[in-house]
């Protein structure tokens, strides 16, 4: 395993685009069909491929679980422009123990979770956290929101997290991204979570810009380069990188910090998922361990490696 080390700049040229759009939400029609799709498509090549395949299908049944759910409720105007104005998310996870649709997805999405193939470790994990009550699983979700998954509950808590992804894509997707903003580094302007990692797309109109992926409700938010999306610093600033992967995933570090986190170049890949790509990625991580750098953001299929 090979490893380039670079400084900052990032040697990777900079958009053209003087002024992309602040945000994109998710569309949870497509977001998780087509996240299974690139498990799938990732797993064909990679030493990783029983568990891709696995997520594969954690992803299909998160698609599945959608299935005739209510609409979601737009957030009021007023309460949006009271969030823009004070650099607050709109989406509220602290009231997550009062919404009554919650509890209606987790029971969705761990029925389509059974019906797929998995380890029997798996399998186990899914039958307990089936059979928790509310309480035990709004315990398991608050952990969830600070990052921090037990060490012999991760499986469990992988479940519950994949459920709350379709709860809160669904609260984000009716979001108007206009009337988004920045709420703090490292978070996400919609629900206020950590990134998973971070993509320089090439879209029309925003080629060459970076986004950065929200690990709960799927938002991107664009954030610009060579700054550190844990920190917001932009000294110290450096890269690293697996020779012969044609620069399409990198560590960008940060010695103000001493995090790093995952940049993407979907503009070499357009088939890149956030997540899956993450997953699949995985000796990017092995190669940092060996580094005085952390891993910063939240990417809880991870989280067993």
């Not at 890149?272 to 750098?293: C, H, I, K, N, Q």
Request: charged share 20%.
């Amino acid at each position: 395993m090979g490893r380039k080390s670079e400084v900052a700049p990032d040697p990777t040229a900079i958009g053209d685009v003087s002024s992309p759009p602040f945000a994109r939400v998710p569309d949870p029609v497509t977001l998780f069909s087509a996240r299974s799709a690139r498990f799938r498509q990732l797993a064909e090549v990679s030493d990783l491929g029983p568990y891709l395949n696995f997520l594969a299908g954690l992803s299909q049944a998160q698609h599945d679980g959608q299935a005739d759910l209510p609409d979601p409720k737009a957030v009021d105007p007023a309460a949006m422009r009271r969030a823009r104005e004070f650099e607050m998310p709109p989406l509220d996870r602290e009231g997550i123990g009062q919404d009554d649709t919650v509890a209606g997805i987790f029971d969705r999405f761990f029925a389509a979770a059974a019906a797929i193939e998995k380890p029997p470790q798996a399998a186990a994990a899914l039958a307990r956290v089936t059979q928790a009550d509310f309480a035990k699983r709004t315990a398991m979700t608050r952990a969830i929101f600070t990052g921090a998954l037990p060490a012999d509950e991760i499986a469990e808590h992988v479940f519950v997290w994949a459920a709350l992804q379709v709860h809160f894509a669904q609260l984000a997707s009716v979001l108007e991204p206009q009337m988004l903003a920045p709420v703090a580094d490292g978070l996400c302007p919609a629900c206020g979570s950590k990134p998973v990692s971070s993509m320089v797309v090439g879209w029309p109109g925003a080629h060459g810009a970076r986004f950065c992926a929200c690990s709960l409700c799927s938002t991107l938010w664009h954030y610009v380069r060579v700054k550190c999306v844990l920190c917001g610093s932009t000294k110290g600033i450096g890269y690293q990188e697996i020779d012969g992967l044609g620069g399409t995933v990198k560590a960008e570090t940060c010695d103000e910090c001493g995090g790093w986190s995952k940049i993407f170049y979907q503009e070499k890949a357009a088939e890149t998922d956030p997540v899956a790509d993450d997953v699949a990625s995985l000796g990017l991580d092995l190669l940092m361990r060996e580094s005085p750098y952390h891993r910063g953001g939240f990417a809880p299929l991870m989280a067993g490696f």
